[in-house]
Antibody
Framework: QVQLVESGGGVVQPGRSLRLSCAAS????????MHWVRQAPGKGLEWVAV????????YYGDSVKGRFTISRDNSKNTMYMQMNSLRVEDTAVYYC?????????WGQGTLVTVSS | QSVLTQPPSASGTPGQRVTMSCSGS????????VNWYQHLPGTAPKLLIY???QRPSGVPDRFSGSKSGTSASLAISGLQSEDAADYYC???????????FGTGTKVTVL
């Protein structure tokens, strides 16, 4: 069965960096696009970024463009999100999700807290 | 703020039919298919409807979706207590070149 496990969350100060990982299993990882979606406390779902199956195409939400970088290593069945210049408003649960055009199956999420 | 607008809340008694809307524009719903997600706080969101009106395997046929022009809707018939959750519509936006979620509708089972 499809399994997605996020890791790398934690508490970080504003302006610092953090890298999230999403380990995938139960499907042919290299055949699917992958997404990051987040939910800030008390807020709705916000799409963050998507990467194509082979990693050549990447799109970002306006709020993270220029600060976050999505990547993947198909040999390790893992997707990443490098988050730089973190802001208090980046505090959220970050989910990874499988899907070429849209998020289908989701992981349980990892909490990122940006606070001084 | 989101480019897809949903009513903040909806409610019904067990067995009733509940519907919720999702209003977009010509750059998103008008030209792309709509998906719906169910989200219980603290859990992974679940894909409920894809391609406007298709249910993934395992999703009860009580859930149905439709789309007309720049709007979409989700209906839950035979409402059950376990349907209490947040529901989000979503689609690709060609102008933003990104995936967009609706503002979300909280369903309460009275």
């Amino acid at each position: 069965q499809v399994q997605l496990v996020e890791s790398g969350g934690g508490v970080v100060q504003p302006g610092r960096s953090l890298r999230l990982s999403c380990a995938a299993s139960g499907f042919t990882f290299s055949s699917y696009g992958m997404h990051w979606v987040r939910q800030a406390p008390g807020k709705g779902l916000e799409w963050v970024a998507v990467i194509s199956y082979e990693g050549s195409n990447k799109y970002y939400g306006d709020s993270v463009k220029g600060r976050f970088t999505i990547s993947r290593d198909n040999s390790k069945n893992t997707m990443y999100m490098q988050m730089n210049s973190l802001r208090v408003e980046d505090t959220a649960v970050y989910y990874c999700a499988k899907g070429n055009n849209s998020p289908g199956h989701w992981g349980q999420g990892t909490l990122v807290t940006v606070s001084s | 703020q989101s480019v897809l607008t949903q009513p903040p809340s909806a409610s019904g008694t067990p067995g009733q039919r509940v519907t919720m809307s999702c209003s977009g524009s010509s750059s998103n719903i008008g030209i792309n298919t709509v998906n719906w997600y169910q989200h219980l706080p603290g859990t992974a969101p679940k894909l409920l409807i894809y391609s406007n009106n298709q249910r993934p395997s395992g999703v009860p046929d009580r859930f149905s979706g439709s789309k007309s022009g720049t709007s979409a809707s989700l209906a839950i018939s035979g409402l059950q207590s376990e349907d209490a959750a947040d529901y989000y519509c979503a689609t690709w936006d060609d102008s933003l070149k990104g995936y967009v979620f609706g503002t979300g509708t909280k369903v309460t089972v009275l």
